[in-house]
């Protein structure tokens, strides 16, 4: 599959963003496609995760409130939704699908990029203060 994040840009502290992941080709009902986010210098963290088939939801620790994940099966898209941005929330936004064959549980464990295939190029957000 391939995967486009599109909705980033500078905003102000406060504003709301809505990122779109449109995805291009088949999403299986056991993926789960995912929201990671990374600043200059560190590793891709975890932001949001959803399952495609069962809508379950999973959210990083320190985004859990101000972000919400969902998509759109019709549209083979997945949406990440984030209020109240601040200026820590500034980014290379990117999302990812699992591909995996069955569906994985992540309730347990923190998704880590290793745990996702497929990738898109990023949407840069950056909010001003």
């Known amino acids: 599959v391939q995967l486009q994040a599109s909705g980033g840009g500078l905003v102000q502290t406060g504003d709301s963003l809505k990122l779109t992941c449109a995805v291009s080709?088949?999403?299986?009902?056991?993926?789960?496609l995912g929201w990671f986010r990374r600043t200059p210098g560190k590793e891709r963290d975890f932001v949001a995760a959803?399952?495609?088939?069962?809508?379950?939801?999973y959210y990083g620790d320190s985004v859990k409130d101000r972000f919400r994940i969902s998509r759109e099966n019709a549209k083979n898209s997945v949406y990440l939704q984030i209020t109240n941005l601040k200026p820590d929330d500034t980014a290379v936004y990117y999302c990812?699908?699992?591909?995996?064959?069955?569906?994985?549980?992540?309730?347990?464990?923190?998704?880590?990029?290793?745990?996702?295939?497929?990738w898109g190029q990023g949407t840069q957000v950056t909010v001003s203060s």
């Open positions: 959803i399952n495609w088939r069962d809508n379950i939801k």
């Open positions: 080709g088949t999403i299986y009902s056991s993926n789960t």
């Open positions: 990812a699908s699992d591909e995996s064959p069955t569906r994985r549980n992540y309730s347990y464990r923190k998704p880590t990029p290793a745990d996702f295939r497929s």
